[in-house]
Nanobody, 119 residues
Framework: QVQLVESGGGLVQAGGSLRLSCAASGRTFSTGAMGWFRQAPGKERGFVVAISWSGGSTDYADSVKGRFTISRDNAKNTVYLRMNSLKPEDTAVYYC????????????WGQGTQVTVSS
């Protein structure tokens, strides 16, 4: 099993920045791609960004391209999400996810961290 714990959420004004972290523990050697998803009130959970095990490949949702940056430090078993130019529509619970493979499916999930962007 792999446990994922997110941190770094909070309240920020529009235009501001936050950095989320996701620390993995347990059988971390079994993980491959890592990703971030988000769920706004009344909406389904949606894909935000993913990064390959090596960090050499990333995939962003159109809504966050140019504003969000994902990175990972495998030595620390941690994935980061830097969020700049935040908008009120970015308000959501952000979830970290881990795949045992290339991200075609997601096998482990964190509990989520709330991000609220005020206008």
């Amino acid at each position: 099993q792999v446990q994922l714990v997110e941190s770094g959420g909070g309240l920020v004004q529009a235009g501001g920045s936050l950095r989320l972290s996701c620390a993995a523990s347990g059988r971390t050697f079994s993980t491959g791609a890592m990703g971030w998803f988000r769920q706004a009130p009344g909406k389904e959970r949606g894909f935000v960004v993913a990064i390959s095990w090596s960090g050499g490949s990333t995939d962003y949702a159109d809504s966050v391209k140019g504003r969000f940056t994902i990175s990972r430090d495998n030595a620390k078993n941690t994935v980061y999400l830097r969020m700049n130019s935040l908008k009120p529509e970015d308000t959501a619970v952000y979830y970290c996810a881990a795949s045992r493979g290339d991200g075609s499916s997601w096998d482990y999930w964190g509990q989520g961290t709330q991000v609220t962007v005020s206008s």
